[in-house]
């Protein structure tokens, strides 16, 4: 938070945390209201715009209060919606001379540029609806006289681009001169003012605190005490009020001391004691369970001992290895509780073997290493992305091999070693790890080959023996006919092949 905008509409207050710039922030108004809308002048923030809003959606500048400056804007203001807009301005006060300059008259023959120091009041009378356009830009008034428009602007930034055809009036007010015609004091804690003498003007206004001033004020400023209270005891004080964000220093009796910052002054140190961290992993696991070192720390990285200041962001601090991490905490009775984006992946291999992630505990997305192991023996490595659960498909990783013998006929039973790994076949075929080497075993005996998807093997299986008996016997039969005598006709010999 950057600071806060203060509203008041009609009786009801509220203060709008600013988280960025440029900021809007809109609601609805639902017809008319008195609206005043406010800055610290010293956060270095101002009202840039203030728009009604109609049901149709058009933005118009309202007329607001001829006192309004981009800390300070009121008006009775109509509309559906209520739009105000906050961007980087200026740190401005606590004492603010102001001093109005020479009015000066320019023609406006379509566009003109204006450009100034500090401020400006923009008196301009077209005979077409003029157009303006820029930052910090009030509207204070709009007549329409014998179809002349008369439109009245106070702006705090330049340039200003003006659009019409008239004349343009402008007055410059100078914001930063001394001597001045009149000093606006704005009242700070820690903040007084000596010398000047009070005076009762209807003038430009920044602050609902402030007074008008003549003469030679100076500003003089002390240290602010605040006080600290909760279930720490200790003392804590604002060292320079005119700082922005505003630092406190914070020292407890058990000698803990910080230094911690504000958007706006506070009104005590409210505090509370530890009472634990409680942070979690991507999937819910306590870090406590995963052996994880954590310790919480202050805003500024300075670990906290046993007080805590509520309104603090504080962090929790996680050891990774060799670093390191920061994760947003919120305190619930004493305890500070963080989720974090970390991860023990679980590796799920889709084919052999089995996956171990390096380093075991990671950041959610963050570049990884998988090992494949097969019986104690890496097969592969893989690089993945952190993640809850990793799949590792390591199908591809074996080739089919086939095993036959001198007659091309498929083995039964086998094994088939690569390296340190051991893989079984069966009729014929074996998936293993390809390797230049591979050592196949049957029928007791181990035979050293060179890898190729079809391995033939010097041995003979009990099929291929029995085709080469049959093949034997079929030859032996042949050649016995061939080689037996010759007989008469009429005797027949019956042989049998068993």
């Not at 505090?271 to 306590?286: F, K, N, Q, S, V």
Request: glycine share 10%.
């Amino acid at each position: 938070m950057l600071a806060l905008l203060y509203l008041i509409i009609n009786s009801t207050a509220m203060a709008v945390p600013i988280p960025y710039i440029p900021y809007a922030y809109s609601l609805y108004l639902g017809g008319c209201a008195n609206v005043t809308a406010y800055l610290d002048p010293l956060s270095g923030l101002g009202i840039s715009a203030v728009y009604a809003i109609s049901q149709d959606g058009v933005a118009v500048r309202p007329p607001l209060s001829p006192e309004s400056t981009p800390t300070y804007a009121s008006g009775d203001i109509c509309g559906a919606f209520l739009s105000i807009v906050v961007d980087k301005w200026r740190s401005i006060g606590p004492l603010i001379p102001v001093s109005e300059g020479n009015p000066a008259v320019y023609n406006l023959l379509g566009e003109y540029q204006l450009n100034f120091t500090d401020a400006a009041i923009i008196e301009i009378k077209s005979l077409y609806k003029p157009n303006i356009t820029g930052s910090f830009i009030y509207k204070l008034s709009e007549n329409n006289i014998l179809g002349v428009y008369v439109e009245k602007y106070i702006a705090y930034e330049a340039p200003i681009t003006i659009q019409g055809y008239g004349l343009i009036n402008i007055t410059p007010i100078y914001l930063s001169q001394s001597p001045a015609e009149y000093y606006i004091f704005v009242q700070e804690p820690g903040v007084n003012v000596s010398g000047g003498f009070p005076l009762n003007i209807a003038g430009l206004r920044f602050s609902p605190s402030q007074t008008y001033l003549v003469g030679n004020p100076k500003v003089v400023v002390s240290q602010v005490q605040i006080p600290v209270i909760g279930n720490c005891s200790g003392s804590a004080y604002v060292p320079d009020p005119l700082t922005r964000p505003i630092t406190v220093l914070v020292n407890f009796d058990d000698g803990e001391s910080y230094a911690v910052q504000f958007p706006y002054f506070p009104h005590a140190i409210n505090t509370t004691t530890l009472r634990g961290i409680e942070a979690t992993a991507l999937d819910g696991t306590p870090l406590s369970a995963l052996n994880l070192t954590t310790y919480l720390v202050a805003p500024g990285g300075q670990p906290v001992g046993q007080c805590l200041i509520e309104g603090l962001q504080y962090q929790v601090a996680v050891v990774l290895g060799n670093k390191t991490l920061y994760y947003p905490a919120s305190i619930n009775n004493g305890v500070a509780q963080a989720a974090t984006n970390i991860v023990r992946p679980a590796v799920v291999v889709q084919g052999i073997g089995y996956g171990v992630a390096s380093p075991p505990i990671a950041v959610e997305g963050e570049n990884i290493t998988v090992s494949v192991y097969l019986n104690g023996t890496l097969l592969a490595k893989y690089q993945a992305k952190a993640e809850p659960r990793i799949v590792i498909n390591d199908s591809k990783l074996l080739a089919r091999v086939e095993v036959v013998d001198v007659f091309r006929d498929p083995l039964g039973d086998f094994y088939v070693e690569a390296g340190n790994l051991t893989f079984r076949g069966s009729n014929g075929v074996a998936y293993v790890v390809p390797s230049q080497f591979l050592v196949v075993m049957y029928g007791g005996r181990q035979y050293l080959v060179q890898y190729s998807q079809t391995i033939t093997l010097p041995v003979l299986t009990k099929a291929s023996l029995i085709k080469a008996l049959a093949g034997s016997l079929a030859v032996g039969i042949a050649a016995g006919i061939g080689l037996a005598p010759r007989r008469k006709k009429d005797k027949v010999e019956a042989i049998a092949v068993a």
